[in-house]
């Protein structure tokens, strides 16, 4: 395994499911968490539970809604001030909504949180992430990718109509396959820096069910009572390809749960040139909107 000396690792998405569990873990093998939040109450609650396992984590919050650019882009500025070096980034956090909402930026939210978040969230840490020497970016995509429906550039990246229940599980799965994408093409993008970069596919999690359906707590205790979708084995390809050196000898991987083994994206997920689009669109939306210089 690789070792850290008190490594600085960001982490989106850590109050609660894939998130927390890989904080808890990492804190125990000495990391310094640097956790993004929106709720002070549950950074509150994770920070208790933590304490209690790891009484001498150290651990800071920072606040913001990753479905605001705005804010994201904040979220970085400050990071990044905080932390000059930063060691692993792992964006995790992700939504499944189940009817349309449009941010204040113009994005549907699922997009927004999902792709744009995280992309730009990278974009604004690479400074202390090329300090570290050795750095790397994790991101949480799924297989629930291959239900994309047809990708469209650049259209998907601006798409505000409405949709069905049935209809949110194909816009989710093309969020998944843009995270991949994007993943491919920032180990390119960024050959060189010392950054390496992956994708995982963390298995179906009782953590990942919609919290917008009435009936997902129930259900989630139900899966647990049978032990299906277990997160900790979603966590634990995480923090292997955080630390296990075998995944340093190549960038933009996708990989799966359980085996550690690569996945080969759905199309068109592999094609170099859709990757390459993806990229510049994105681009170009974030800099037109003012949240890219």
Do not use: C
């Not at 974009?123 to 239900?147: D, F, M, P, T, Y």
């Not at 599980?169 to 994408?181: A, D, R, V």
């Not at 799966?256 to 080969?264: A, E, L, Y």
Request: aromatic share 8%.
């Amino acid at each position: 395994m690789t070792v850290y000396v008190n490594p600085k690792i960001v982490i989106t998405g850590a109050t609660s499911g894939l998130g927390q569990l890989v904080a808890l873990e990492m804190a125990n093998r000495g990391a310094h968490l640097i956790l993004t939040a929106r709720s002070k109450s549950r950074a509150e609650a994770t920070e208790k539970m933590i304490k209690e396992r790891v009484p001498a984590a150290e651990m800071n919050f920072f606040y913001g809604d990753l479905s605001s650019m705005k804010d994201v882009r904040r979220l970085g500025q400050e990071i990044s001030d905080e932390f000059p070096k930063i060691d692993v980034l792992l964006n995790n956090a992700g939504l499944h909504a189940f009817e349309q909402r449009v941010t204040t930026d113009g994005f549907a939210e699922m997009m927004a949180v999902n792709y744009f978040a995280p992309w730009l969230l990278t974009h604004s840490l690479r400074q202390s992430l090329q300090k570290a020497g050795n750095a790397k970016i994790v991101n949480v995509a799924s297989e629930a990718s291959r239900r994309h429906g047809v990708l469209q550039l650049s259209e998907d990246l601006l798409e505000t109509s409405p949709f069905s229940h049935r209809g949110s599980s194909e816009i989710y799965g093309k969020t998944k396959l843009l995270n991949i994408m994007f993943t491919a093409e920032l180990a390119r993008q960024w050959e060189g820096t010392g950054i390496s970069v992956h994708a995982l596919n963390p298995g179906f999690n009782v953590t990942g069910l919609g919290r917008e359906l009435w009936f997902a707590s129930l259900l989630e205790r139900l899966l647990n009572f049978f032990r299906i979708g277990d997160p900790r084995r979603g966590a634990d390809i995480i923090i292997r390809l955080m630390t296990d050196p075998k995944y340093e000898e190549s960038s933009g991987g996708y990989y799966n749960v359980g085996t550690g083994d690569p996945i080969k994206p759905v199309h068109p997920g592999g094609e170099l040139a859709m990757q390459s689009r993806l990229w510049e669109d994105t681009s170009n939306i974030l800099r037109q909107k003012g949240f890219l210089g």
